[in-house]
C-alpha cells in the first residue's frame, strides 16, 4: 500500500526542458542534457522530475502550445533521447511526471487546422465554436492586461471559437466523447513510455463546459473520474497532480467523494496565505487556510509549492492583504503580474538566507508533497527585463563558466542572469557543492530530513497553540511516532513553553524528552513538565517525541 502511494513522501523537482542542460550546443536544453544532470538530482535526494511540455509546438507560450502529443519537439532531441532519459532516470530511483495539456491545443495543431476547413470537418466538433459573436467574447481572460478576448473570429471558418487562454491556444471540446478518448489514447502513450503520472494543466477549464455568452459553465467531474480510472488500469501506482487555483470548499470535487477523482493538488490557497505571513509574521491566516484545507481521504495529497513558473497568483487574499504583500515582496509595478500576482524569484522576493531557510523548512512541513523549482536550491535571481512570467524562466546556473555552464551558444533561449548579486559568477552549482554552508547543501539535508519524517506525509496534523501570535507550531503523529515543528516568523527571537507530560495508563505521568532532528540537541523536561524552546528570528525548530494523541484536544 505504502508503495503504491509512494507519493505521500516524495520530493517533486521541477523543471523545464529548455532551460535545464543544453548538451548539443545550440543553446536550447534538451533530454541528453538533462540525463547528464540525473546524478545532481539523485544526489540532492529528488523522488520525482516534473517535466514542463516538451512536445512539438510553435513555442508562443513556454511549449504550452502543443501540436503534436505523441513526440519531442526537435529542440530538445528526439523520442530515443525520452526513452534514454527514462532509462537512466529509473536506474536511479527516479520517477517522472509530465504534463498534459489537454485543455487546448495549438492553432497549428493538425486537428484544429482541418477543424476550421468546414463546418463538417471530422474535427469540427473537437473546438468550441459560435456562429455568433458571443456577448462575453471579452471575459474571463486569465491574462488580463496581456490577453484580450476569450473568443476569436476566424475567418477560414467563418465562426468564433473559445480559447481560455491566448487566441493561438483554441479549447478543446471535453464535451465530445472522442476528444476523450483521444486524450486517454495520449495518457497511455507516456505511460508505456516509463512516467508516473500527469500534471494536469489548467484542471477546472479542461472539464468545463463553454456556453457562448454566459458564464455559467458547467463542471463536469466525471471527466477527472474516467482519467484516473484509465490511468490506474495501465498503471496501478501513477498519479495526477492538479492544477486548480480554487476555493477551499470546491477542492472535494476534484479529490472525488470516495477519492476517485485526482489524487494530488497544489494547495495555491495555502501558498498564498504562506506568503502574506513571510511578509508580515502574521499566521493566523495561514492556520486558517491550513484547517480550510484538511484532508480526510487516505490516498489524496497536497503538493505544496513556494515558486513555479508562472507568477505568484495572489488573487485569493483580500485587496488589503495582497497590498501587504505587494509591498514587502513587489514593490514596484514590474514586479507585479496581471494585477493579481508577483513575478520574482524566491530569494530575490525574500532577499536573505534567514527567510528563505524559514519559507523552505515551512514548506517541507506543510501537511502535503513538497515541490522544489529548479534553481531556487541555490537561490537564483529573476531578471525582470523579460517579458512577463520569463522573467522566472533563465537558464540554470551550473557553474561560473561561459553561459553558466548552461551550453556553449552564444544565444540562449533566454539569457542567463549575469549581472548583480545573482549573477551565475556569484550563484552556482559548482561554488556551493564545495561550501559546506551553502544553501544547496542545507537544501540537501532538508530533503533527507524531510523523507525521514513519513509523519508528515501519512500522518494526522495539529497545530498546537504556542501563545506567541508570531510562531507556529505544529504536531504530527503516525504509529506511534511523533513530530513537533515551529516557526519563528517574527524578527526577534522568542521563547516557547511547550508542557508535554503525559499519563501512562493511570499512573505516574511520563516526561516527554524533545530529541532535535537538526542538530545534536534533546530537551528535557523541568520538574513540572515543560519545555523551553528558543527560535532565532526567522528560526524554526524540528524535533520527534513520543505520541502525543493526548495534547489534541487541549489545542
Request: hydrophobic share 35%; aromatic share 12%.
Amino acid at each position: 500500500m505504502l508503495e503504491e502511494l509512494w507519493y505521500k513522501n516524495a520530493i517533486i523537482y521541477s523543471l523545464d526542458l529548455e532551460t535545464f542542460m543544453d548538451l548539443n550546443g545550440d543553446g536550447v536544453g534538451d533530454f541528453a542534457g538533462l540525463a547528464r544532470r540525473l546524478d545532481y538530482l539523485n544526489a540532492m535526494g529528488i523522488d520525482c522530475v516534473w517535466l514542463a511540455p516538451f512536445q512539438p509546438t510553435p513555442n508562443k507560450d513556454n511549449g504550452y502550445d502543443v501540436y503534436d502529443y505523441y513526440g519531442v519537439d526537435q529542440r530538445h532531441g528526439s523520442s530515443g533521447d525520452f526513452v534514454e532519459f527514462m532509462h537512466q532516470a529509473n536506474k536511479r530511483g527516479i520517477k517522472v511526471i509530465i504534463d498534459l495539456v489537454v485543455n487546448h491545443t495549438s492553432d497549428q495543431h493538425p486537428w484544429f487546422q482541418d477543424a476550421r476547413s468546414s463546418e463538417d470537418a471530422e474535427h469540427r466538433d473537437w473546438y468550441v465554436w459560435s456562429k455568433k459573436k458571443p456577448s462575453d467574447w471579452d471575459e474571463g481572460m486569465v491574462f488580463p492586461g496581456v490577453q484580450d478576448s476569450t473568443w476569436t473570429y476566424d475567418k477560414k471558418a467563418k465562426s468564433w471559437y473559445f480559447h481560455r487562454f491566448y487566441e493561438f491556444q483554441p479549447d478543446l471540446n471535453m464535451d465530445n466523447p472522442k476528444v476523450r478518448e483521444e486524450i486517454q489514447r495520449i495518457m497511455g502513450f507516456w505511460l508505456q513510455l516509463g512516467v508516473c503520472g500527469f500534471r494536469v494543466d489548467a484542471v477546472p477549464f479542461m472539464i468545463e463546459s463553454p456556453v457562448p455568452g454566459s458564464d455559467n459553465h458547467e463542471l463536469n467531474f466525471d471527466y477527472l473520474r474516467d482519467m484516473r480510472r484509465f490511468l490506474q488500469w495501465r498503471r496501478g501506482d501513477a498519479i495526477l497532480l492538479g492544477e486548480a487555483n480554487v476555493l477551499p470548499e470546491e477542492t472535494k470535487k476534484y479529490f472525488g467523494d470516495k477519492g476517485d477523482g485526482i489524487q494530488m493538488m497544489f494547495n495555491f490557497y495555502v501558498n498564498q496565505h504562506l506568503f502574506y505571513a513571510l511578509a508580515t509574521g502574521e499566521i493566523e491566516p495561514l492556520v486558517e487556510a491550513l484547517e480550510e484545507t484538511r484532508t480526510h481521504m487516505a490516498t489524496v495529497q497536497w503538493a505544496h509549492f513556494l515558486r513555479n513558473h508562472d507568477e505568484l497568483d495572489l488573487g485569493r487574499l483580500t485587496d488589503e492583504q495582497r497590498e501587504k504583500v505587494f509591498a514587502r515582496f513587489a514593490p514596484d509595478k514590474d514586479m507585479q503580474l496581471y494585477d493579481r500576482g508577483i513575478r520574482r524569484r524566491l530569494s530575490t522576493m525574500l532577499g536573505n538566507r534567514q527567510q528563505s531557510e524559514l519559507a523552505y523548512s515551512l514548506m517541507f512541513s506543510l501537511p502535503g508533497t513538497p515541490v522544489i523549482r529548479y534553481g531556487d536550491e541555490i537561490g537564483m535571481g529573476d531578471d525582470l527585463s523579460l517579458n512577463e512570467r520569463d522573467a522566472v524562466r533563465t537558464p540554470m546556473q551550473w557553474t561560473d563558466d561561459h553561459q553558466a555552464g548552461f551550453s556553449e551558444a552564444d544565444k540562449l533561449v533566454h539569457p542567463v542572469i549575469d549581472k548583480g548579486p545573482y549573477s551565475y559568477h556569484h550563484v552556482n552549482v559548482e561554488n556551493q557543492r564545495r561550501e559546506p554552508d551553502s544553501l544547496l547543501n542545507w537544501m540537501t539535508a532538508l530533503i533527507r530530513l524531510r523523507q525521514e519524517c513519513t509523519e508528515i506525509g501519512f500522518g494526522d496534523w495539529q497545530i498546537l497553540k504556542t501563545n506567541k501570535p508570531k510562531v507556529l507550531c505544529m504536531h504530527y503523529s503516525w504509529q506511534g511516532s511523533s513530530l513537533i515543528i515551529l516557526h519563528n516568523f517574527d524578527e526577534k527571537a522568542h521563547e516557547v513553553i511547550l508542557d508535554l507530560k503525559q499519563k501512562q495508563n493511570g499512573q505516574k505521568e511520563k516526561e516527554q524528552k524533545l530529541i532535535d532532528l537538526m542538530v545534536n540537541y534533546e530537551s528535557e523536561a523541568d520538574e513540572k513538565g515543560k519545555h523551553y524552546i528558543t527560535l532565532d528570528a526567522y528560526g524554526y525548530r524540528w524535533f520527534r517525541t513520543g505520541d502525543l494523541s493526548h495534547l489534541l484536544k487541549k489545542s
